[in-house]
């Protein structure tokens, strides 16, 4: 079992950045798939990025590409997300989550064993 701690969240300005962090307990946070999702008031929780257990495979969403990085730090049991050229839209409450099986960069939350509690992000036009 892991669990997941999300910090780095705030209000920033249209253009601006952030990098989230996700801080994972446990000794065998390698073993887990990753990944970022977000939710914004009356939508559903929608996938951001993934990041395979190696960090050498990333998966983004589209509307993040070229903007977003996922990374992990295996050493440090630690994902992050830095997050470039900020929007409006990018707005919503960004949950960190682990897979324990398989190698696949799933998209769907339900393929995912464990969440943290979430860090909001602000972005004002």
């Known amino acids: 079992q892991v669990q997941l701690v999300e910090s780095g969240g705030g209000l920033v300005q249209a253009g601006g950045s952030l990098r989230l962090s996700c801080a994972a307990s446990?000794?065998?946070?390698?073993?887990?798939?990753m990944g970022w999702f977000r939710q914004a008031p009356g939508k559903e929780r929608e996938f951001v990025a993934a990041?395979?257990?190696?960090?050498?495979?990333?998966r983004y969403t589209d509307s993040v590409k070229g903007r977003f990085t996922i990374s992990r730090d295996n050493a440090k049991n630690t994902v992050y997300l830095q997050m470039n050229s900020l929007k409006p839209e990018d707005t919503g409450v960004y949950y960190c989550?682990?897979?324990?099986?398989?190698?696949?960069?799933?998209?769907?939350?339900?393929?995912?064993?464990?969440w943290g509690q979430g860090t909001q992000v602000t972005v004002s036009s």
């Open positions: 989550a682990a897979r324990g099986s398989g190698s696949f960069l799933y998209t769907y939350p339900s393929a995912y064993d464990y």
């Open positions: 446990g000794r065998t946070f390698s073993s887990y798939v």
């Open positions: 990041i395979s257990r190696s960090g050498d495979n990333t």
